[in-house]
């Protein structure tokens, strides 16, 4: 698989009907390995190694509704009290982040309501801070830990 710009972490292996799959370690399960599936899963290790999120705090495509239609989040982290704290969305090596990928994560965040947003390639990382009592956002330097949120 491509190199992302994360760093690289023992990732194991597997095969689902012949096809390449990778063990997921919050859903305990091997999924099949498509590129935006291996980003997924390096951000993951990202957020749970270097970043401090507590894996039992962390869930991968949490369905929610919004207006009749079911969604997937990529990964969603949580506080010990069960509200959502941060929306990672992510997107295959090869696809480009523009404005659609945000308008995408603002319209799960209209459910969730949470303080940061993540958008990623595994190339490239944007975090945004949404700032509900000033009804505004402010893009940050990088992925804050988890002590941070």
Known sequence: MQKLNLPEYPIKFGKISDKLSVF??????????????????????????????PSSLLAIEKKIV????????????????????????????NIDITQQTFDQIARYN???????????????????????????YRFLEGIPDYMEL
């Open 24 to 53: 997921d370690p919050i859903r305990k399960q091997y999924v099949v390995l498509t590129p935006e599936e291996w980003v997924r899963q390096n951000f993951l290790l990202f957020l749970i190694n270097d970043k401090k999120y």
């Open 66 to 93: 919004l207006n009749t239609l079911t969604k997937r989040c990529d990964i969603v982290a949580y506080n010990n009290s069960g509200k959502a704290l941060l929306i990672v969305e992510c997107k295959a090596p």
């Open 110 to 136: 209209m459910k969730l309501k949470v303080s940061h947003l993540v958008v990623t390639n595994g190339l490239k990382h944007y975090c945004c801070f949404i700032d509900f009592e000033n009804n505004n």
